[in-house]
């Protein structure tokens, strides 16, 4: 079992020893077994996935997902719905957090694994401006934490989501071609969940993180230009010096100058990208600082990376990504 599960475990029984009885009831909503595939309740803006939970309760909650963020609920849903909230060492620091509450069976999320069922809490007026556009009135981002170690299917056409079983026998999966993907390690113990596979763009096979809910703000300008109806726009990510290499080479591939509100940055439009066998075109990357990576994003990664790979090259696909055995299935 990896050190981190054990030290988020003895922190959170510590703290709620005194409680069995929250404890205990926590515990039953935290540790369902899976044993069949379960849809969940995601709602798909432009390949951008949302869930929609609700609770035994009746409380409708609204998560962004992203599986190369981090995992966060803003306190004032913890506050409504008074979770039962403890302090806790989630991702090295210790920090505020929440359980999430039980949820009826027909509009069920699973709680994270790794953090023992905890979700770190952030202050409401701490939102970020992205955040705003993208969340609305929504409760929080669910992120690396919550995919970790568990195996997920996405068809982006059909815009379903599952969570499968652990028991591998019970999945029922349709047949693809399997990509290894890569985690962070340490002495022996997945680091970090955020997975890292090779792309093959133009002349280059470049190291990428997966980043489902990779996305950008787009100005009025952006959207008339890519004929786009809305701000929200699920680009991938790359590194400017990516970038200008690519533009050297391929002085045909379309740019759109800061289009991207954020960070008044440009947007590159690649004509294919290859994943295994898979294919996908066209792809839209916005160009971010080197340090964005060298600095950021290759901190949880086992290797560094130059970019994020996100929805917009999954447009056509069916993939199941399974932690577990870092595998990402393209199905057929």
């Not at 499968?164 to 002495?187: C, H, M, Y």
């Not at 959207?223 to 680009?235: G, R, T």
């Amino acid at each position: 079992m990896p050190s981190y599960f054990l030290t988020i475990r003895a922190l959170v029984f510590s703290t709620l020893v005194a409680m069995p009885a929250v404890w205990t009831g926590m515990a039953e909503a935290r540790f369902i077994d899976i044993d069949h595939p379960v849809k969940m309740p995601a709602h798909f803006q432009h390949g951008l996935i949302f869930v929609e939970p609700v609770s035994q309760d009746g409380d409708t909650l609204r998560f962004f997902t992203d599986t190369a963020d981090g995992s966060l609920m803003y306190e004032d849903t913890a506050r409504r719905l008074e979770l039962t909230t403890t302090s806790a060492i989630i991702n090295d620091r210790e920090q505020e957090a929440a359980f999430l509450p039980p949820f009826a069976d027909d509009h069920y999320i699973p709680s994270p694994i790794i953090s023992d069922g905890l979700i770190p809490l952030r202050s409401d007026d701490r939102k970020p401006p992205h955040h705003r556009v993208i969340l609305k009135h929504g409760n929080g981002i669910l992120g690396s934490t919550w995919f970790a170690m568990r195996t997920w299917t996405i068809n982006f056409p059909e815009e379903t989501f599952y969570v499968q079983p652990t028991d591998e026998d019970a999945r029922n999966l349709d047949p693809g071609e399997t990509i290894p993907i890569s985690f962070a390690e340490e002495d022996g113990d997945r680091r970090y969940h955020f997975a890292r596979l090779p792309v093959v763009i133009g002349s280059d096979t470049l190291s990428l993180v997966l980043k489902t809910g990779s996305n950008i703000i787009l100005d009025e300008s952006g959207k008339e230009q890519l004929d786009h109806p809305d701000h929200i726009f699920p680009a991938g990510l790359i590194s400017e010096s990516q970038f200008r290499k690519w533009r050297e080479e391929n002085p045909d591939w379309n740019v759109f100058d800061d289009v991207d509100i954020n960070y008044n940055g440009d947007l590159i439009k690649v004509p294919e990208i290859q994943i295994g066998s898979y294919t996908a075109g066209p792809v839209h990357f916005a160009v971010r600082n080197d340090d964005a990576f060298a600095d950021w994003f290759s901190q949880f990664t086992d290797e560094p990376v130059t970019g994020a790979l996100g929805a917009d090259a999954f447009r056509s696909a069916h993939i199941t990504i399974d932690y577990f055995n870092a595998e990402l299935i393209i199905h057929d």
